[in-house]
């Protein structure tokens, strides 16, 4: 047992891994999921209650926390963990994700991002060191650099000049992480759907070394076969003795599909999103709560789930307090979901450390479509 | 012990009472607060962390569950306990005051009162035997006859003739409510701020005879002096072997004021709903979280509180989430009040079984006026 971050892969199946990622606040079993904690909480939970879901990590938005409360005063009061009262490992991102689509005004240079805050208009500036700057001030144990997030639909030569602006943006957050052998600073690769741009960035990312290394830029529409394409073209030109992170995704057959692909680490806001509005990860398909048809079911959401709301409450409870807007119905649903993912993750790490992963893979398709109705969202 | 209802009282102190509610599903400690379940959820908690607060049993809003999910879907489902997993005693209101404040074009003749939903427009008709059968139908413990609600402002003599429709309607409901010893049915004493009235009423609800009384019509704007006077001219007239309700009321010092005036029961939305809205009541006054001087505290709420956000967080944080309109404030700060309250009963509890009801009075004024800054809601 070492302080110092690193990383094990215990054992591979196919291209999928099982692995844990060490950290001084724990250790993280791998493949992993990350709930979203945009805003110092994960929305809807209390700490010891995603704990509960088996998280072993959370992740934390740079954008939202620079505008509030603010990275300096989370510092003085301590720092991240202990503000939002969650003892494990977090990892931050660099917001440049956020700058790039909810900020207003944004004006990239080779600088930085100039931007106006959504919450009141006020002027922000975010360069590769102010990013790296206010991931230590949060005291996040996994710090991603920071790259411009070209839009989904851009051009290759757009996004080659972008993918040429982001490694010397990660040299720079690198050399602004320096050394921290506690913490961890992730390269994040991007390229677009490109083959050749995706292969470019891998080289000039592990030219400069990371600690781990994410793919971004997936999951903003080019749907789910090219995602698995970039995947596919991606991730065997990446060190096998590093985790991988596949940011912002995603639905739970993404995660599968992404997991057969070699990838260890995913965040993303939809079993958080979804289960405040109404909507339900079970292991027979997802449900709309507010569909009239639960009116009247006395059934738990999912027989074989551990979370409050599959022991407690019937699907007809759960419809009330969704139709009723009542908080509960967030609180009861958010939990469910996380719950679900991480059922999910802890089955894929089991299945990937025994060569079972693709019987789980084709055992899931079978279940997800076993739900009678097919609902909207 | 048994499985019927009863009261026992169990000390004296001046007119002030420490006593026992018994149910088939537990006893009830008095004076007590029953948090506000309206639609079938304690707004923003899960039913064991309302227990956690020390609540022994809650209030559940007849008009907003017959509306939805309806009294016979809840009865299909198994009952208003199993349906929101709360297995302590449930007290229900009759319906009537809601149908008087919230309710659309409410028409009332001898027969009822017939109005329109507030959800949906739909045409509704609430009796006192319809209220009684919807109160059967949920489950509830502790049943309340319909009462017309005056408003308040009513003349003596609109008083006087609504009194003499509530005292049908309670010879109606108690006739409706019919023998169910294992659980209780209450009369509601109206009368206005007239003792002559409130005598009368007194007078002919004890002739029809009920397991406990409610004092209705207060709160309602006549201000803590009037409402204490109209206690002081009531419940000397009441039987003390029978527990008493003060509907609707209030904050700590409403609560403080009433006990020493001889009620045992309590219940107001004012805790759950100044948690959602950033207040506190704390051991040294209340507290606005969205004020910026919290902006930088690092101090719990109270230290002296067991719940969740005064062990775990700091007033910075409760005042960052505040802000940020975050679930987790209204979750945090519906559990803090509850547990103030809570915990306020049990001190008045034990008090008024010392003889130490009039200083632990006194404390209470004291502490409160000690915080520095006195904080507009």
Redo the contacts between chains.
């Keep these: 047992m070492t302080d110092a971050f690193s990383f094990t892969l215990r054992a591979t199946d196919g291209v999928a891994r099982a692995g844990i990622v060490h950290t001084p606040r724990g250790d993280i079993q791998t493949p992993a999921f990350m709930p979203v904690g945009t ?3 994960v ?6 209650s995603v704990r509960e879901t088996g998280a072993e990590i959370i992740l934390g938005n740079t954008y939202h926390l620079m505008l ?2 603010g990275a300096e ?1 989370i510092a ?3 720092g991240l963990h202990k ?3 969650w003892s494990g490992p977090i990892l931050t991102d660099s917001g440049g994700f956020q700058v790039m689509s909810l900020a207003k005004l944004r004006k990239i240079t080779d600088e930085g991002v100039e931007f106006r805050s959504h919450i009141d208009g006020s002027r922000e500036f975010l360069s590769p060191e102010r990013a790296m700057d206010i991931q230590r001030l949060l005291g996040s144990d996994i710090q991603m650099v920071l790259d411009e997030c070209p839009s989904f639909g851009a051009l290759e030569a757009e996004i080659e000049k972008s993918l040429a602006l982001s490694l010397r943006w990660a040299a720079r957050s690198k050399a602004a992480f320096g050394q921290q052998p506690t913490r961890a600073c992730f390269g994040i690769v991007q390229g677009g759907v490109f083959p050749r741009l995706r292969q470019r960035s891998v080289e000039a990312m592990t030219e400069i070394g990371f600690d781990g290394y994410a793919v971004g830029g997936l999951a903003v529409g080019e749907g789910q076969p090219a995602m698995f394409d970039v995947l596919e073209a991606t991730t065997p030109l990446l060190p096998a003795n590093r985790p991988r992170y596949l940011m912002g995704v995603g639905k739970p057959d993404d995660i599968l599909g992404a997991v057969l692909r070699g990838i260890d680490m995913f965040d993303c806001v939809l079993p958080t999103r979804s289960g ?1 509005n109404g909507q339900a990860f079970t292991r027979s398909g997802t449900l709309n709560l507010r569909n009239a048809r639960h ?2 079911d ?1 059934a738990p959401l999912d027989t074989e789930c551990r979370c ?1 709301a599959c022991r ?3 699907r ?2 759960l ?3 969704v ?2 807007n ?3 119905a ?3 649903l958010t939990w469910h979901n996380l719950t679900y993912y991480q059922d999910l993750m802890r089955d894929l790490r089991a299945a990937a450390a025994t060569g079972a992963v693709q019987a789980f893979a084709r055992e899931c398709a079978r279940s997800w479509s076993a739900e009678p109705v097919s609902e909207a969202h």
């Design positions: 805003a110092a909480t929305k809807a939970m209390l700490p010891e509030r409360p005063r003085r009061l301590g503000f939002m009262a405040r009116a009247d006395p409050p407690k409450f019937s007809a409870y419809h009330h307090v139709k009723a009542e908080i509960v967030s609180m009861l």
